[in-house]
């Protein structure tokens, strides 16, 4: 009987479900938003748990409970599924996969970059080397796995693949290859089989999107040294804007919003365009851009038509833009951090997460930078999107998977 009593007394102490998901990059629409947590911010985040789970930038991912971590041990690539409210190991997936790191890129360390995307039931990762493969969420099976080393002399970009894949029904889609040659791929999910491919150019380290604009379905993505759009049906270049990159490093995100693109080319601000149709052609024309804000690694959000976003001028500021004029309506103080991953919740607040491990809480209605709770939440460097489940943040550091409980 007591033990009964105590196991009872337990169970109402540990939260017993999550009230999101958050299946890909930035989140569950890919956008960055993400339902507010229900409870006030405390003084203090309580940790629940945390993991030793390796070295690595990608992003946990969360679906049905359950958490699954992409990272490196050793020189294995591993792929972890954990229970999202203890952080037991449910199962675990290890491939060997040799890295030598491009000498400017050791201090990010030789884990995997790319956020694994899941759906229906499959989960898909992408390593540092450019492995692609599928495992079943259930059970850890590896159902399939691509290497590309025969059709391309390199199989990852010059400091690592960091494009994380996106899902459109029955197709998952890649850009596979490296430096100079690759070719963004669309392969069955069951199977692996490949459906179409796109050869224009070499992979960027920014992650695609799906709009439909200009009356046309279609992928939107940075590549080496282009921004694209192709179409979904059959991988072919509907119109392309230069982009070339002092280092070829295209790293941000393209956002959609009414009907435009907002684009950060490296060096050169934040650009909106506009697709217009000419003929049989997609023609892209420019609506304002911004040079007060320079975009490196951080992808902005959208918050009803104003842009938040992380600069890389003065060594990190955050700023706040109007997206239909690019007038810029804030800017924060500088010293910032190298990098910052943004979160919506709810429309009502932005979460921030620095390279430096804070955590910060910013109000949306806020007229300037004016944080209202800042916290501390490693004590390593923080790469990875902070996830929000519910009243649950996940931080994934250099090494280590915790869990923090809102209120």
């Known amino acids: 009987m007591w033990f009964r009593t105590l196991a009872f007394i337990v169970a109402l102490t540990i939260p017993t479900a999550l009230d999101s998901d958050w299946p890909q990059w930035r989140g569950p629409t890919r956008d960055g938003h993400v339902a507010a947590p229900s409870s006030a911010w ?41 229970d999202a409210i203890t952080g037991k190991e449910l199962w675990r997936s290890a491939q060997p996969i040799a890295y030598t790191m491009n000498e400017a890129a050791v201090g990010h360390g030789k884990g995997p970059k790319s956020t694994p995307v899941v759906s229906k039931g499959n989960i898909f990762t992408f390593g540092i080397s450019g492995v692609l493969s599928c495992h079943d969420t259930s059970t850890g099976k590896l159902k399939w796995r691509k290497e590309f080393g025969k059709q391309y002399p390199q199989t990852s970009p010059l400091y690592g693949t960091a494009m994380s894949p996106i899902v459109d029904g029955d197709l998952l889609i890649a850009h596979v290859g490296g430096q100079d040659k690759g070719a963004l791929t669309a392969l069955e999910t069951e199977t692996g089989a490949v459906k179409w491919t796109n050869d224009f150019d070499g992979p960027a380290y920014a992650s695609p999107i799906i709009v439909t604009l200009a009356g046309v379905r279609q992928l939107v993505t940075f590549t080496q040294k282009n921004v694209v759009g192709v179409e979904l049906t059959n991988g072919k270049l509907l119109w392309n804007i230069p982009a070339k990159s002092e280092y070829d490093t295209n790293s941000v995100t393209v956002l959609s919003y009414k009907d435009m693109l907002i684009i950060a080319k490296e060096a050169q601000g ?15 024309q420019e609506v304002w851009n911004n040079k007060g804000n320079m975009l490196y690694l951080s992808t902005p959000v959208l918050e009803g038509n104003v842009l938040f976003g992380f600069s890389n001028l003065k060594k990190g500021q955050f700023f706040a833009v109007d997206a239909d004029t690019g007038k810029t309506l804030w800017q924060g103080p500088g ?33 300037s930078y004016a944080p209202s709770v800042e916290y501390t939440v490693a004590d390593s460097e923080t790469w990875a999107h902070p996830v929000v489940i519910g009243n649950r943040i996940l931080i994934k550091d250099q090494t280590t998977l915790k869990s923090f409980a809102i209120g």
């Open 335 to 367: 010293r910032a951090g190298e990098n910052a991953a943004i979160v919506d919740l709810g429309g009502k607040e932005l979460l921030l997460l620095t390279n430096e491990a804070k955590l910060i809480v910013q109000p949306i209605s806020a007229k």
């Open 42 to 82: 405390p003084k203090t985040l309580k940790q629940d748990w945390q993991v030793k789970v390796g070295v690595g930038h990608a992003t946990p991912v969360v679906v049905d409970g359950k958490i699954f971590v992409f990272a490196r041990q050793d020189e294995q690539e591993v792929l972890l599924c954990l």
């Open 270 to 284: 934040l650009t909106a365009i506009r697709l217009e149709k000419t003929g049989d052609k997609i023609v892209p």
